[in-house]
């Protein structure tokens, strides 16, 4: 999704726009999410940040796509499990206010009214009507139709070229070279990969993680729902299984439960106890889950970042190469604004956004 973003934006500021995929268009971390478009579980900072200004640039694209892209402005609620809970997440929603969150504490007959099916006796939640959601690979899609870009599908990069003096010159692939002066890594997941390729290094690894599709259900479930330990899993640094309920019904029917994360490498076998974590997870909050059906799994891989921030701007190790990678689970959500920081950088624009938090050399280097 971040590479469709930043094809639309560079195109829409004047760039010629090449994208080099070595399988089809979503056809990796980003298929395999589930299009959440989220302030509610970050913290006041760059990241937060940066989901605002995505937000604000993907409302505007759903004046433009709409429906093609399944966009929902649903909003989001976020539920305490205990009284304690409830005040530590109030307190998390004082701090995101400050930094311009819209977040309205809702407590007794006032939650259950936003979503009736929850289990009964919850003490209350934080309502996020900002957070919304898309199908992510019919938004991908539409992006990079509408960026105009010429698209080659079907060739995985092999190296990125340079000139002698070090300066980018394009990409080698398994058919052919790609010449241009400037290279965007929005490889994702594997962004550690492509810049070693060109000579340098980023430290992205794999956090795999497991989502829940249940059969078509009329609309039971009308915001993305999570438990507030969603945040604390979001932010953790433990390569170990961990699992917190997040549920979401779709415009297509299908009910949505996540979310569990781990570090296992590129390793894409079933567990069979995170899924069942998920159930227990999502029949606690939602009990009428108890009774539905799952009729399909997936998992994907989050590209997961030391400090939990990604990689946008240049490298200044190295001439001419760009980062956009590096968003873990929130990389949907995250691309518009990350399309349009780089769209900035590649025309020499001064960037909405101080770049700074997420310069691409911020990690020390490893030594041999």
Same mark, same amino acid.
């Given at each position: ?12 500021? #004047?760039?010629?726009?090449? $994208? ?12 395999? #999410? ?93 309502? &996020? ?7 992510? /690979? ?14 080659? !599908?079907?060739? !995985? ?15 080698? =692939? ?9 290279? $965007? ?24 993680? %497991?989502?829940?599709? !249940? ?7 009308? *915001? ?5 330990? @969603? ?48 159930? /227990? ?6 009990? %009428? ?8 799994? &997936?998992?994907?891989?989050?590209? @997961?970042?030391?400090? *939990? ?12 190469? %760009?980062?956009?990678?590096? *968003? ?16 900035? !950088?590649? =025309? ?21």
């Amino acid at each position: 999704m971040t590479g469709a973003a930043c094809a639309l934006y560079a195109s829409r500021a #004047g760039l010629d726009v090449i $994208v080099v995929d070595r399988g089809p268009v979503a056809g990796g971390t980003t298929g395999a #999410g589930e299009g959440n478009l989220l302030v509610s579980d970050k913290e006041p900072g760059p990241e937060l940040d940066l989901a605002l200004l995505s937000n604000r640039l993907w409302s505007e694209l759903a004046q433009e796509f709409g429906e093609a892209i399944e966009y929902e402005a649903k909003g989001g609620v976020v539920v305490a499990t205990s009284p304690g809970g409830l005040v530590a997440l109030e307190d998390f929603a004082a701090g995101q206010r400050a930094a311009g969150v819209t977040a309205t504490t809702v407590a007794g007959t006032e939650l259950y009214e936003l979503e009736p099916q929850l289990a009964p006796g919850l003490p209350g939640a934080v309502h &996020y009507p900002q957070d919304s959601q898309v199908m992510p /690979a019919l938004a991908a899609a539409h992006l990079v139709r509408a960026s105009g870009a010429r698209l080659f !599908t079907g060739r !995985t990069v092999t190296g990125v070229l340079r000139t002698t003096d070090g300066q980018v010159w394009g990409v080698r =692939t398994d058919k052919d070279d790609i010449h241009t002066p400037a290279v $965007v890594n929005a490889a994702g997941t594997w962004g550690a990969e492509l810049a070693a390729l060109a000579g340098t290094s980023l430290p992205v690894l794999p956090r795999r993680g %497991f989502v829940l599709v !249940t059969e078509p259900l009329p609309r039971m479930v009308h *915001h993305k729902v999570y438990a507030a330990d @969603y945040v604390a899993d979001v932010a953790s640094d433990s390569a170990e299984l961990q699992t917190s309920p997040v549920v979401e019904g779709t415009a297509a029917g299908p009910v949505l439960i996540g979310a569990s994360r781990e570090r296992v490498g590129f390793d894409r076998s079933f567990s069979l106890p995170a899924l069942r974590a998920l159930a /227990a997870g999502a029949t606690r909050l939602f009990p %009428f889950l108890a009774d539905v059906r799952a009729i399909r799994s &997936y998992a994907g891989f989050r590209p @997961y970042m030391p400090d *939990h921030l990604p990689a946008i701007g240049p490298d200044p190790r190295v001439p001419g190469l %760009f980062h956009a990678c590096g *968003h873990e689970g929130a990389g949907i959500g995250l691309a518009t604004g990350t399309g349009h920081l780089i769209a900035q !950088t590649l =025309t020499a624009k001064t960037p909405d956004l101080d770049l700074a938090p997420f310069r691409p050399d911020r990690f020390p280097e490893e030594t041999p």
